[in-house]
């Protein structure tokens, strides 16, 4: 009976050992930052939704789109992608970071290859991560 207790001693030990070398560290929580893009930069944030059309299976919707040179055009040069994401049932969402310079280009660039395969919308957007961030821990950021 005690080499059954200290067997199962043992086993809990290990367990427990084992779990704790595992556990990551507690991540550390981020510093208020500026905002991302500063006043002085030439740049601004564009969120487009890429909503696919329902009525095409995705296969055709992206032959289309290679059809039509998407993958080659989009982003154009000099466009930063900030984020490109499935949202399942909407279709795509991309963020870009655009200079102000480009926003013909990119405009041009969903005109020429993306319409067909998706509908698009067109959001001017601004990172607001450091300031919720923020508020979410009582810090005033304004």
Do not use: C
Not at 49 to 64: A, C, M, T, V, Y
Not at 73 to 91: E, T
């Amino acid at each position: 009976m005690s080499l059954l207790r200290f067997a199962a001693a043992f086993l809990v030990a290990a367990t427990a050992a084992t779990a704790t070398a595992q556990t990551p560290p507690a991540p550390e929580m981020p510093k208020i930052a500026p905002l991302v893009t500063p006043a002085n930069d030439d740049t601004f944030l564009l969120t487009i939704f890429l909503r696919h059309d329902e009525s095409k299976p995705l296969g055709k919707i992206n032959q289309e789109l290679k059809e039509q040179g998407f993958f080659a055009a989009f982003p154009p040069p000099g466009v930063d992608v900030v984020s490109w994401y499935v949202l399942m049932g909407i279709g795509q969402v991309v963020t870009l970071r655009v200079p102000a310079a480009k926003l013909r280009e990119v405009n041009r660039a969903i005109e020429t290859t993306a319409w067909g395969g998706f509908r698009t919308d067109f959001y001017p957007t601004y990172d607001y991560k450091a300031v919720a961030l923020g508020l979410h821990r009582g810090v005033d950021t304004q």
